[in-house]
């Protein structure tokens, strides 16, 4: 089986700042695939980022970029110059390797402060 | 590119009732989910088919809960009878074959049981 956590309920940042959401999780497969995903008041689920575990480079999508530390499990999302339309929750999720269902965290509600 | 189809949106029930959730997912994707997003929570895989067969099924409630996929194109997610309890998002998304490929989530339908 695996678990994510997201120990942070609720961040607030102000625009343009940078911000990091804290993720860990934990799995025994040696094959997986890690992901987040933002979810605006519209309830649609869109990807933001994805690393694959067998990687040591981290991924990084325009102002979205990922601290991957497989040894600790870890998996932080950073959002640089942070803008009003980043509002959102945001889900860190791990794919045991082999296009399975994705097991998803509680979730973080990202607050930007104008 | 047209994105995964859901209906309805919106759906208000009384407990022991019916209900019935329809998805048609991206054109061409193979795999396709359902989820179950209870408020405040990350979505929870309920189940996943590859073209028209059962790849897991593993947390559905089979007791009430039931899922088709006729032709390996449009699914429908049944609930009866509903439970208090069953009030959530229920998210349907779609994917190519592979592994991480990225899943396209609907905008899921909103089911209130009363």
């Known amino acids: 089986a695996q678990t994510v956590t997201q120990s942070q309920p609720e961040m607030s940042v102000q625009e343009a700042e940078t911000v990091t959401l804290s993720c860990t999780y934990d799995?025994?497969?040696?094959?997986?695939?890690l992901f987040w995903y933002k979810q605006p008041p519209s309830r649609q689920m869109i990807l933001v980022i994805r690393?694959?575990?067998?990687?040591?480079q981290n991924a990084t999508e325009n102002r979205f970029s990922v601290n991957f530390q497989k040894a600790a499990k870890s998996f932080s999302l950073k959002i640089s110059d942070s803008q009003l339309g980043d509002a959102a929750m945001y889900f860190c999720?791990?794919?045991?390797?082999?296009?399975?269902?994705?097991?998803f965290g509680k979730g973080t509600h990202l607050i930007i402060q104008p | 590119e047209a994105g995964v189809a859901q209906s309805p949106r919106y759906k208000i029930i009384e407990k022991r009732q019916s209900v019935a959730f329809w998805c048609n997912p991206i054109?061409?994707?193979?795999?396709l989910y359902w989820y179950q997003q209870i408020l405040g929570q990350g979505p929870k895989l309920l189940i996943q088919?590859?073209?028209?067969?059962?790849?897991?099924d593993s947390q559905l409630p089979k007791d009430r809960f039931s899922a088709e996929r006729l032709k390996g194109v449009d699914s429908t997610l049944k609930i009866q009878p509903a439970k208090l309890e069953d009030s959530a998002v229920y998210l349907c998304?779609?994917?190519?074959?592979?592994?991480?490929?990225?899943?396209?989530f609907g905008q899921g339908t909103r089911l209130t049981v009363v």
């Open positions: 998304a779609s994917s190519s074959t592979g592994a991480s490929a990225e899943a396209f």
């Open positions: 690393q694959e575990a067998y990687k040591q």
């Open positions: 799995t025994s497969e040696s094959d997986y695939y």
């Open positions: 088919f590859q073209n028209n067969g059962v790849v897991d």
């Open positions: 999720a791990v794919e045991r390797g082999g296009a399975d269902g994705l097991t």
């Open positions: 054109s061409g994707h193979a795999t």
